[in-house]
């Protein structure tokens, strides 16, 4: 089992930054890879932004060039660097892991991008 736990989340005005952060625990050895989805109110949960093992990333086509995740092994947490918000990205945001072909999920945290 791995527990993940978001924060970081909040209210900004379009334009503004926010960091998300997850932390991981439980049974952390194996976790394949890491990532951010979001899911707006009335719509589908969809990808933002993915970290493997090695590094490689992964973006939503609409958040390439704003969003940067990042991971740090040691604190087993992964960010997710927001910038240039518009208020199209609001959403909650769920923190995800997949560990030996199972996907873990946190509880969410709300990102609300509005003036």
């Known amino acids: 089992q791995v527990q993940l736990v978001e924060s970081g989340g909040g209210l900004v005005q379009p334009g503004g930054s926010l960091r998300l952060s997850c932390v991981a625990s439980?049974?952390?050895?194996?976790?394949?890879?890491m990532g951010w989805y979001r899911q707006a109110p009335g719509k589908e949960r969809e990808l933002v932004a993915t970290i493997n093992n090695g590094g490689s990333t992964n973006y939503l086509d609409s958040v390439k060039g704003r969003f940067t995740i990042s991971r740090d092994n040691a604190k087993k947490t992964v960010y997710l660097q927001m910038s240039s918000l518009k208020p199209e990205d609001t959403a909650v945001y769920f923190c995800?892991?997949?560990?030996?072909?199972?996907?873990?999920w946190g509880q969410g945290t709300q990102v609300t991008v509005s003036s």
């Open positions: 439980g049974s952390n050895m194996w976790i394949n890879s």
């Open positions: 995800s892991a997949v560990r030996i072909g199972s996907r873990y």
